[in-house]
């Protein structure tokens, strides 16, 4: 009962139906379960009100309770409560076409006074609640900002009208569709204003109350979201990269006209094949030929000058003629200069893509935008095999690739990234290699120490302390002239370490000379001879990739928990160990497997201080316990090693073999497969975008859906082969943020916060914009006299404004009389497409004598419906 006279739940925001109609926070409501039972019949209608009201009568429940009725499109309700003394009936018309004569308040109040039926002939008064509802659909005026990209202006340095590596973002069309002006008086007595078929007092711009609620288009277009889902389509395609540009792109020339007849004397023929035809190079560049041959330049996916401008961004180094500038640009962009550590940088750690400022990075984004404006699925696949084909040519040039961070691949990116940085490893230990013949064969002036030809090792991993005194990597060698990779002859050797000789006093000693040197060890002696110990120079160890890692794992597990199998899983993970002690017997001949273990793993040396039989403090050092363990593998790998300097040694690391492997595997990457790599790094640019737009409007609540578009991505993306339905969920949140700023774009445009120069005014005008993106109504501050109102108020006063028609302030200074001012500025507004009203009395019924009880109705009438809902009490005692 105190529902049906409360005025604060006259206009909710959200809610539902029945607590709109009727004001009421607590009902039951009885629907039919489907659409074909729904109760038309009024016979059904009147009897299930009568079992209602029985059932009500029996338990004693005093919420209101509702029964839908006719189909659920038309939202109709009956419904009954009761309580001590009092039954309340709901009841409800709803018809599509309104009589004239309930258009205005007028012919309501006559409905509502004949339906209560007061007895009392000076009737109580009835109290008013109106709400006009003005809907603003025309934003003509205001030209939507975001520009459609140019897809045109890539060969200018820019695609889809942006700089290279950096995604497009917001919508390219507006996101508010329309603005809804609810203009309120939420108390009115009778009599207080007129509204008639003639004449109305109902005017917006005195209306005590404003609220606005902004309709949101429909999945608008927006850029960042398109680009994401058409890269995403990608990772569903099936052929390769040959069906897609076709297979007779690598046919022989000639072999469409070959006489198939000739095969076999073809093959028995001795051919005399030249060498040079049978390099890699020549058959690459033969096979580019051959592919714009069959296939013209109108046919191509990618234009050249597409095609060229994006090469020269992904590699900047290529533009460069000498040489010497190219290797430098190389080396610097391999990741010399440490990146900035910041969180956004450390992202691809979460999202296990690649840095943003890596070739893997700039190569997801240049694919990801050739996808959506240059030819789809076929530009895509027509950029990767350029791709490939750089990388073949850079690696049998001997070029490092730029945008890649040095040393082994991190396990912490995305595996094509790893592949890559796995093709740089192979490239520089072939460089390496490469520059050390070249200075063998030139004449150098001979060094106290003798040169390899292999990098220094890095075992940090077993010991910290071998990480000081390790030998020099091969690459800070590469332009010294102590460096070189053949085997010098004994008389040139002989000249570089002569002086050490003449110390030897093991038999060893006479017959090897020292070999494979880097640099004194400074500190340590060999135990024995007691000459000083050198550290060797030794091979690195092969660096590995996530999915080579995981091979060996399998490999060592499938040898089982035998002996057998333990003792030889042991010996596969020593070849790096045998490696550095053949090496260290080569540069210190005569040397013990102590010596090894003092420089190797000092921790395994233990030192003593003892008293010998003259009474002085010595130093005695043996082995630790696991070193003692019998069938030891660093006691069999000491036995088994042979004094053999690193130059001398088969490669842990073929980078030729691994190279080649690399290669094969970029090569056989079907689009949908490359897609799947590169999608953390397109997720990880969206995010990245998003952030730094977010950066500029400063949307509180956009900030919590992007750290919860981070934690989603870092748990989803952590896996090899995430599920579509996963990356979809993160793809719609992305674009859900996009959307959202796009909408607070637009309502800034719309309101002219960048425009207002009072400064708390521009605040003011920032929080409402905030609230409109955030609720899903918001009271205006000051109704249509405030800052936010008066603009409103020129929104709709522009969109009625009509061409050649001076401004409605002009005719306004004109007119005299404050009726013709009036009618004025309702001219402003169009035609209320809501109007609500809300009656109220309380009043005895049915009978004079009865108690006064609330009576209540509520009127909607829009362009095409109208609704009465009526909640008439009556004592059911005094009646």
């Known amino acids: 009962m105190q529902d049906l006279l409360c005025m604060n739940n006259d206009f909710p925001p959200r809610a539902h139906c029945l607590v709109r109609w009727y004001g009421l926070r607590e009902f039951v409501v009885i629907a039919p379960a489907a659409n074909n039972d729904a109760v038309i019949s009024e016979s059904k209608c009147n009897l299930l009100l009568s079992s209602i009201s029985i059932a009500l009568g029996n338990t004693g429940c005093q919420v209101p309770l509702f029964v839908q009725i006719h189909h659920k499109w038309r939202r109709m309700y009956v419904g009954e409560c009761q309580g001590p003394g009092v039954r309340t009936d709901f009841e409800m018309v709803h018809l599509r076409k309104v009589p004239s004569q309930y258009t205005h308040l007028a012919g309501l109040l006559d409905i509502f006074k004949t339906k209560i039926g007061c007895p009392l002939t000076p009737l109580p008064p009835v109290s008013m609640a109106i709400r006009l509802t003005f809907v603003l659909q025309d934003w003509q005026q205001y030209f939507w900002p975001q520009q459609p990209p140019d897809i045109d202006a890539l060969v200018g340095g820019e695609v889809g009208g942006l700089e290279f590596g950096k995604l497009p973002f917001g919508a390219c069309e507006d996101p508010i569709s329309e603005l809804h002006l609810a203009t309120t008086w939420p108390h009115l007595a009778e009599g207080i204003i007129v509204d008639n078929d003639v004449y109305s007092d109902l005017d917006p711009l005195q209306a005590p109350q404003w609220s606005v609620r902004v309709r949101k288009a429909d999945n608008p277009q927006c850029l960042l979201g398109d680009f994401l889902t058409e890269f995403f389509k990608l990772c569903r395609r099936k052929e390769s990269t040959d069906e897609i540009l076709g297979r007779s792109a690598f046919d022989e020339e000639g072999k469409e006209v070959a006489d198939i007849t000739h095969a076999l004397s073809k093959l028995t023929e001795p051919a005399p094949v030249p060498i040079p035809k049978l390099s890699v190079t020549n058959m690459v560049h033969s096979a580019k030929k051959k592919i714009r041959k069959h296939r013209g330049v109108d046919e191509s996916p990618l234009n050249n000058d597409v095609l060229n401008t994006i ?490 404004r009509v061409p050649g028609v001076p401004p409605p302030e002009e005719e306004l200074r004109r007119s005299g009389s404050q009726e013709e001012r009036r009618q004025g500025v309702q001219s402003e507004f169009p035609p209320p497409a809501g109007r609500e009203v809300i009656l109220r009395a309380s009043l005895p019924r049915p009978a004079p004598y009865s108690k006064a009880l609330p009576q209540r109705m509520y009127s909607v009438l829009t362009r095409e419906d109208f609704r009465l809902a009526g909640a008439f009490s009556a004592d059911t005692t005094f009646f």
């Open 311 to 800: 090469l020269l961004f992904l590699f900047p180094d290529a533009a460069d003629k000498l040489a010497d500038v190219f290797e430098n640009r190389a080396s610097t962009s391999a990741g010399n200069n440490p990146p900035p550590e910041t969180e956004d940088y450390n992202l691809f750690s979460q999202f296990k893509s690649a840095p943003s400022d890596s070739l893997t990075y700039k190569l997801a984004l240049c694919l990801c935008m050739i996808n959506f404006y240059h030819g789809g699925v076929k530009g895509v696949a027509h950029l990767w095999q350029e791709f490939v084909l750089e990388m073949r040519y850079r690696w049998e040039n001997n070029y490092l690739i730029p945008g890649l961070a040095n040393g082994s691949p991190d396990l912490r990116c995305c595996l094509l990234h790893q592949k890559l940085q796995m093709l740089n490893c192979c490239i520089e230990r072939k460089k390496a290699r490469d520059e050390g013949k070249r200075g063998s064969m030139s004449d150098r002036s001979p060094g106290g120490a003798s040169g390899d030809g292999a990098k220094g090792g890095d075992h940090s991993g077993d010991n910290p302390d071998k990480e000081k005194e390790f030998g020099k990597s091969w690459e800070s060698w590469s332009d010294s002239e102590e460096e070189f990779f053949e085997c010098l002859s004994d008389t040139e050797d002989l000249k570089g370490n002569g002086q050490e000789n003449g110390k030897k006093g093991a038999k060893e000693s006479v017959n090897l000379k020292p070999e494979g040197r880097l640099h004194p060890h400074g500190k340590l002696m060999l135990l024995h001879p007691g000459e000083p110990l050198y550290v060797p120079i030794t091979q690195e160890p092969a660096p590995m990739t996530e999915d080579l890692l995981e091979e060996q794992s399998e490999v060592l597990a499938k040898l089982g928990t035998s002996a057998e199998g333990a003792h030889l899983r042991a010996r596969m993970q020593s070849a790096c160990l045998l490696s550095d002690m053949e090496s260290f017997k080569a540069a210190n001949p005569g040397c013990c497997l102590e010596d090894f273990v003092r420089w190797y793993s000092p921790r395994d040396y233990i030192e003593e201080e003892v008293i010998d039989e003259k009474g002085n403090k010595v130093i005695r050092g043996e082995l630790s316990a696991r070193m003692k363990i019998p069938s030891n593998m660093w006691v069999e790998a000491w036995e088994t090693a042979k004094p053999v300097p690193a130059r001398r040694q088969k490669r842990l690391f073929d980078d030729t073999r691994e190279a080649e492997k690399v290669l094969h595997y970029l090569a056989v990457q079907k689009p949908a497969d490359l897609a799947r790599h590169l999608l953390p790094c397109i997720i990880h640019a969206a995010v990245l975008k998003v952030k730094e737009e977010e950066a500029v409007e400063d949307i509180s609540s956009v900030k919590k859906i992007i750290k919860q578009i981070i934690s989603h991505s870092s748990k989803v993306l952590r896996f090899p082969s995430p599920e579509d339905k996963k990356l979809e969920e993160i793809i719609a949140q992305i674009m859900s943020v996009e959307a959202i700023i796009a909408r607070a774009r637009s309502l800034k445009a719309k309101f002219g916060v960048e425009k207002c120069e009072n400064e708390e005014e521009k605040e003011d005008l920032q929080r409402f914009v905030n609230s409109l993106l955030e609720q899903p109504e918001v009271s205006v501050v000051g109704a249509g006299r405030g800052p936010a109102g008066s603009i409103i108020h020129k929104l709709f006063v522009n969109a009625q």
